[in-house]
């Protein structure tokens, strides 16, 4: 069972950035984050492979960035250019092959941009 601890997110003004974090208890082959908005499902925002492949919801192509260190079992998402629209609970997670089956999630952190 691998346990996922997030941290960062918060209150920002639209146009700022904010950096979420999120550390495994083990090594896993893919890590990233998706979000969920209220009435909405939950969405893919950026993951990235062991080896360093990423994906990228189109939303958010330009303005997140997604990095890992794997000797930390950590992954990061750099938020940059935030919009309203952003605003969402942020959850992390992990998957042993495809970013579309997730093993394991993380609790949830609540980011919010205001206009």
């Known amino acids: 069972q691998v346990q996922l601890v997030e941290s960062g997110g918060g209150l920002v003004q639209a146009g700022g950035s904010l950096t979420l974090s999120c550390a495994a208890t083990?090594?896993?082959?893919?890590m990233g984050w998706h979000r969920q908005a209220p009435g909405k499902q939950r969405e893919l925002v950026a993951h990235?492979?062991?080896?360093?492949?990423?994906k990228y919801a189109d939303s958010v192509k330009g303005r997140f960035t997604i990095s890992r260190d794997n000797a930390k079992n950590t992954v990061y998402l750099q938020m940059n250019a935030l919009k309203p629209e952003d605003t969402a609970v942020y959850y992390c997670?992990?998957?042993?092959?495809?970013?579309?089956?997730?093993?394991?999630w993380g609790q949830g952190t609540q980011v919010t941009v205001s206009s």
């Open positions: 997670a992990a998957c042993r092959m495809t970013w579309d089956i997730v093993d394991y």
């Open positions: 083990d090594s896993i082959f893919r």
């Open positions: 990235m492979t062991r080896g360093s492949v990423t």
